[in-house]
């Protein structure tokens, strides 16, 4: 669990971020940050799921000394690579080899171990032998990171699940080596029969090998579908970094000279050409466009620039040829800006403590005190040492959580497969208990509760005038264009029928377009162009711009033969799901808040179509960072549903990312869920199936430690014999199992049954 120290600390200037290895649970976590918290002039946060420890410290401090104190704590740290050093070679598939090895030869070597315990029928002379052969490298080298950990536990007076599944697993392996050597259990044709009477026995028949290995493999299976997600932790920083232009045609002397990206410096001329990327951030010096920043603001409409207009990096110029100085490259641009504040919001994020783990806080020295306390009070009346052996043994077997290793990846298997079926990514367990605490969700405007395209909404032709007639002519023309306006104009035209053939086309600088078309000069753009162009502007066709953008809408006239012959209004149109989904988000219990950085007319006239009361617009991209942390300092929990490079860093840094599929690759890995439907009721179906998951994982949690808590006056007792052990195990994880595959029935809210 990631926990923030509240020691104020005014005098440490310096930052910095290690890379811990080591931690296998979040007390791992919150174990090297007190060490560190409690050095003089350090205040630290260590967040296991990036495996990151985010430390200020005063000048007198160094980072070695920072590193000797994880280390002598039990763990190790290094300073982490720099983002741009990390490229699609360098990500982390090898580490996933060696847990996969360790499980499925583990899982191979368990399978006839576990069958012929629970067959009897099968169990053939000598087979406790094979058994014992089969189940030794499990526990001892399938096993090895939980008895690594269990030991650095212990030497720093800790208790976590390793160590109870530690001192399990070898406590039913060592018993099971005295009862095959010693006691009766290595007698050739002895079998474990299915006897459920509860009896006193003094163990030296009794092996427990099955439950050795089987908890080895649960819990080995675990850790390593955990790995798998947690080694994304830095994709969406490398998806951030891919997005910049990779060389740029920089002016010498008036020569174009092709060179990397990386040698560009502050002052250097460079030319973009139309569909290409602007190498880094800069002023235009000569030319004009329109340049498409969606992927950075999330704003459909291209902005339109000239001279002395500022230009960012990696947007595309996607008409004319630009001439554009470089301001600031490298660390300095907002690409790179924007990738720092995506990492700081990972480091900075708490990570959600395991419920496992809280409860094994507990648990496991409750059970490790009642094995003690058995075999003291056996020893004290006299029953010998083979019988108080025995119980106490049974008690750290009984208690070795079989079904709790299965109580998580089960309903998370399950939870998760269910959500892809409806379009729902879930990343991790830590995202469940997110969902639960949530209670207000800010909506990104553009892709999110709109489509992100362009669309055209309404036809007004001028008195006298044909509406097909106005649609088809000025379709024509914008057909030549690429901007997106007139990609949707001329889409909408083409729906109505074919469009004529133009000639003479003319961009007029961002403004609009020209071309004749069945011998007409047709002027498609800006009401002030065509009044600039002295073509008159009826009233009726005045009002009706005035209307659409009075409603956040961008009107264009088309006029031809010295008159506007009628306006078209062309919006970013909400998707016909948003408003119900709105109203099913409200029904979680949740407040919604429009956020954009669109103007505060278009996103009131959203607001209002979708019933949100609350909207903030014109925030800059990296504005909506400072947005999210604002609502969180308010006391509220936050979720963000975005789509673009822009909300990335807001997913990153609310307590919960929902990101929409058909976003950028940015935004869906920083963000919590996914949401591949591009439907915001996909986001209402993530949230209700995250917390019908996390119901049905601390149900299995709550019955999983409910065996184990039942068992253990019969273990301390002395009357558990190993086929109520068995039995117990078995039934407590078919339980486990049949709960979780009740996550199978979840039903989007499209559905009849919910």
């Known amino acids: 669990m990631t926990t923030t120290s509240n020691r104020p600390l005014p005098e440490a200037p310096n930052r910095i971020e290690l890379a811990i290895g080591g931690m296998t649970c979040a007390a791992c976590a919150a174990r090297v940050e007190k060490k560190l918290n409690r050095m003089d002039g350090v205040s630290a946060t260590v967040n296991y799921a990036t495996e990151k420890a985010t430390v200020r410290y005063a000048d007198d401090v160094t980072p070695d000394d920072l590193i000797d104190t994880v280390q002598k704590t039990g763990y190790s740290a290094v300073l982490p690579a720099p983002p741009a050093a990390v490229g699609p070679a360098a990500q982390p598939v090898d580490e996933l080899r060696g847990p996969r090895t360790r499980l499925w030869v583990s899982a191979a070597l368990s399978v006839p171990v576990v069958l012929l315990a629970m067959v009897p029928a099968w169990q053939f002379d000598y087979w406790q032998w094979l058994s014992l052969t089969l189940a030794a490298p499990v526990v001892v080298w399938g096993g090895l990171p939980f008895h690594r950990a ?68 649960f819990l080995l299976a675990g850790r390593y579908f955990e790995a798998r997600s947690k080694r994304t932790a830095g994709a969406a920083l490398r998806a951030l970094l891919d997005l ?64 002395g207009d500022a230009v960012v990096g990696a947007t595309i110029n996607t008409a004319g040829r630009l001439v554009v100085t470089a301001t600031r490259v490298g660390a300095d641009t907002q690409l790179a800006r924007m990738a720092e504040l995506v990492e700081q919001a990972q480091s900075g994020k708490a990570a959600v403590q395991r419920l496992a783990d ?71 367990p830590e995202v469940l208990e997110s969902t639960r605490r949530v209670d207000t969700v800010v909506l990104d405007k553009t892709g ?84 600039e162009r002295g073509l008159d502007v009826p009233p009726e066709v ?74 903030i617009a014109e925030v800059l991209p990296t504005g909506k960072v400072d947005v999210v942390k604002r609502l969180q300092a308010e006391g509220r929990s936050v979720a963000v549903v975005g789509d673009g490079v822009n909300d990335a860093p807001a997913l990153a840094q609310a307590d919960l990312g929902l990101a929409m599929g058909t976003g950028t690759d940015v935004a869906i890995e920083a963000s919590d869920l996914t949401l591949v439907r591009g439907d915001l009721n996909a986001a209402v179906d993530a949230i209700r199936l995250s917390r019908r998951t996390l119901g049905i994982i601390r149900g299995n949690l709550f019955w999983a430690f409910g065996y184990n808590v039942a068992a253990l006056p019969l273990a301390a007792a002395g009357l558990l014999n190993p086929m109520i052990a068995g039995a117990t195990m078995a039934f407590s994880s078919v339980f486990v199992v049949a709960n979780s595959l009740r996550l199978r029935r979840f039903r989007s809210v499209g559905d009849d049954v919910v």
């Not at 999110?448 to 055209?456: A, D, E, P």
């Not at 032709?461 to 001329?490: C, D, K, M, N, T």
């Not at 020209?514 to 800006?526: E, I, K, Q, S, Y």
């Open 150 to 217: 269990a030991w650095v536990n212990l030497r720093h007076g800790a208790a976590t699940m390793d160590t109870l599944v530690s001192l399990g697993t070898l406590a039913a392996f060592g018993w099971s080596l005295w009862a095959l050597f010693l006691g009766d259990a290595g007698t050739p044709g002895m079998t474990h029969p299915f006897r459920l009477a509860i009896s006193r026995t003094d163990g030296v028949g009794n092996i427990y090998l099955e439950a050795a290995a089987g908890v080895t493999v």
């Open 244 to 307: 910049g232009a990779k060389d740029v045609a920089v002016l010498r002397d008036g020569v174009e000279t092709r060179i990397p990206v990386d040698r560009l410096a502050v002052g250097d001329r460079f030319v973009v050409r139309p569909g290409e990327k602007i190498a880094t951030d800069g002023v235009v010096d000569e030319g004009t466009s329109a340049v498409d920043a969606s992927m950075l603001t999330g704003e459909s409409v291209p902005v339109e620039v000239g001279p």
């Open 358 to 428: 809280r409860i094994s806080g507990v648990f496991v020295p409750i059970v490790i005190t009642l094995a003690v306390g058995t075999l003291g009070w056996w020893l004290g009346t006299g029953a010998g040492p083979t019988a108080a052996f025995t119980a106490a043994v049974a008690v750290l077997i009984i208690a070795c959580p079989c079904a709790l290793g299965l109580a998580t990846p089960t309903a998370l298997l399950v939870g998760t497969g269910r959500g892809a079926q409806l379009g729902v990514l879930i990343k991790g």
């Open 448 to 531: 999110t509760v709109t489509t992100g395209r362009m669309t055209v909404v309404d036809v007004v032709p001028a008195a006298g005038e044909e509406h097909a007639e106005l649609l088809r002519l000025a379709g024509a023309v914008e057909a030549a264009s690429e901007h997106p306006i007139a990609r949707a104009v001329a889409a909408a035209a083409a729906e109505a029928g074919a469009l004529p053939p133009v000639s003479g086309f003319a961009n007029l600088e961002g403004l609009g377009v020209t071309a004749t078309v069945d011998g007409r000069a047709v002027l498609v753009g800006r009401p002030h162009l065509l009044r």
């Open 542 to 615: 005045a009002r009706a711009v005035t209307d659409a953008e009075a409603a956040g809408r961008t009107a264009i006239l088309a006029g031809w033969d010295g008159r506007a012959r009628g306006m078209l209004a062309v919006a970013d149109v909400v998707r016909p799901t948003s408003r119900a989904a709105v109203t099913r988000l409200r029904a979680l219990g949740l407040t919604p808040i429009l956020l954009t950085g669109d103007n505060a007319t278009v996103a009131q006239a959203v607001a209002a179509e979708v019933g949100v009361t609350e909207v």
